[in-house]
Every structure is written in structure tokens, then in C-alpha cells.
């Protein structure tokens, strides 16, 4: 890639935030940065020890590594997390959020509480990161912002009305903030994937696992380095003129 993407006219590293980058596609987005020349700040919920092999992974590309365990629910701890990040690395060129749960059940059963989780985490957790990373970037006129999504945000899902909720209003939240900041030479795109390997999927019975197979074209998941691959493109130079969008990587899931 174009060093002067990822590195400073003297040759330094610039920065990334990656959240919920212990595990999973976060975890991939992270490695993959690492690779393509970007220092790495990640937050994670609670597991301090994935986070630790994420940094390990991160290192071995000569990267630079804060992390620390942030609720991207949590406004103030979000705010102090991206303070501490941009102390420690520089001023953030890329904002990746990747964290993300899910709480399914039909909505008639649907505990309240599952509800707020899951809007709390997908959508605030990304308004919440966006604001003060984004108010830096618009000061500095350069940055790139891609929210991970899910295709059920684009075509919903039973028993996901507050994960597709969630990722629906990511979609609207990224195609209004692009609007909102293109002339200040921000761009933002939402990554949404569809069935990917990684411990979110993982908790699948073998009989969802096979329905879920039948309506994937490609009849097979994707896997994490994927959906960080187009994250890889997106931020770079190659993804230029890329913005506002929502790209599926679904296997053909929903064709
Ligand atoms: N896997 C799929 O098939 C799939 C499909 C479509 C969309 N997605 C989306 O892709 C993103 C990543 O999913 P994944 O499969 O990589 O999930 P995952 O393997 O379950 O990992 C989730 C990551 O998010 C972190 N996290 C969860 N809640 C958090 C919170 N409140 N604050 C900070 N970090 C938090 C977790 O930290 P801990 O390790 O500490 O728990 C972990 O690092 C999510 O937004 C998900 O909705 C995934």
C-alpha cells in the first residue's frame, strides 16, 4: 500500500481505534491495520486475556498497541478511553467500530433489557465513538470511519428485532455523518456482513447452522479476515472516493 496512508511525512505510524477488537472480526480489523502500517488502540468488554493475544498479533506487524476494557455503551468511559488512546498513539486517522452482541428472541418474549442491550451496544456504542473521534478528525480534515453492520440491518431478521434495529440505525447514523463531514475530508462506510466464523456464530446448534447454510448461495460462512480485508480497502487510498455505502459481505446471502 501507499505509505503516506498509513504513515507521516517522518515515516511514523499513524493511528487506528478498533473497537471490540479482542475476538472476532474486530480482532481481524485490528491485525489487519497493524499490517497495512497503522498503530492500534483497541478497546474490549471484559476479556482481558484475548485482548492480550490481540495486542501479541498486533505487535508482530511492528505496531504500536493500547487497549484497554471499555463499555462502548458507557458515553464518559468512551470519551475517556479515545483521551487516553490519543495520548498514548497520536491522533486517530481511522475509526473501525466492530463491537457487537446479540440477544434474540421474538419480539412478543423479548425482555425489555435485551432491547436496551443491544441498542445501547450497536447504535449508541457507535454514536458514542463517533463523536469525539470524528470532532478530531473534522479539526484535522482527514479520517476514515467504517461501522460493522450486519445484513440483518438491511433485510431484517426473526428474532432479531433489536440486532437488526441496532444495525439499521447504524446505516442511517453513517449515511447522515457522511453527508455531514465529506467536505471536511471524512469519509464513513458500514461494512455489514452476513454468517461469518467467529465466537458470535460459533454458539449456533448444528440444525440453525445448517438453515442457515441453505440460504447462502456460497453455502459456507465467511471468515473474519474477509470482512477485514474490505475494512483494509475501505480505509485506504484504493477506497478513496468510497463513501456513505453500505457493502455486504455475504456469500450471496442476499440475492
Ligand atoms: N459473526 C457474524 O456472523 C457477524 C455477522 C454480521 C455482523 N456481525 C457484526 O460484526 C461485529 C463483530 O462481531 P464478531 O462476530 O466479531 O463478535 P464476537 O466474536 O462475539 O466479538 C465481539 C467483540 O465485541 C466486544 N464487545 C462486545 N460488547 C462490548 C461492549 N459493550 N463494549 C466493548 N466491547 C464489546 C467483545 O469484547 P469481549 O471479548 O471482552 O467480550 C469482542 O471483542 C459485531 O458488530 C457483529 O454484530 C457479525
Redesign the pocket.
Known sequence: MDLNEAHNADGGRRSAIV????????RAVAVQLAADGYDIAF?????GE?ALETERLVREHGAACYHAP????DGPAVEAFVKAAEAELGPTVVLVN?????RDSPLVLMPPAAWNLVID??LN?TFNFCRPVVFGMMKRREGVVVN????AGVYGNAAQTNYAAS?AGVHGLSKSLAKEVARSGIRVNVVA????E????AVLSEKLRAEALKIVPMRRFGT?QQVADLVSFLVSERGGYITGQVIQVDGGITL
Do not use: L
Not at 148 to 151: A, L, P
Not at 198 to 201: E, Q, R, S
Open positions: 473497537t471490540g477488537a479482542s475476538r472476532g472480526i474486530g478497546c474490549y468488554r471484559e476479556r484475548a471499555c463499555d462502548v455503551a466492530s463491537a457487537g452482541i446479540v451496544t450497536n456504542g460493522i453492520s450486519s445484513v444495525k456482513p452476513g454468517f461469518i467467529t465466537d458470535m456464530t473474519a
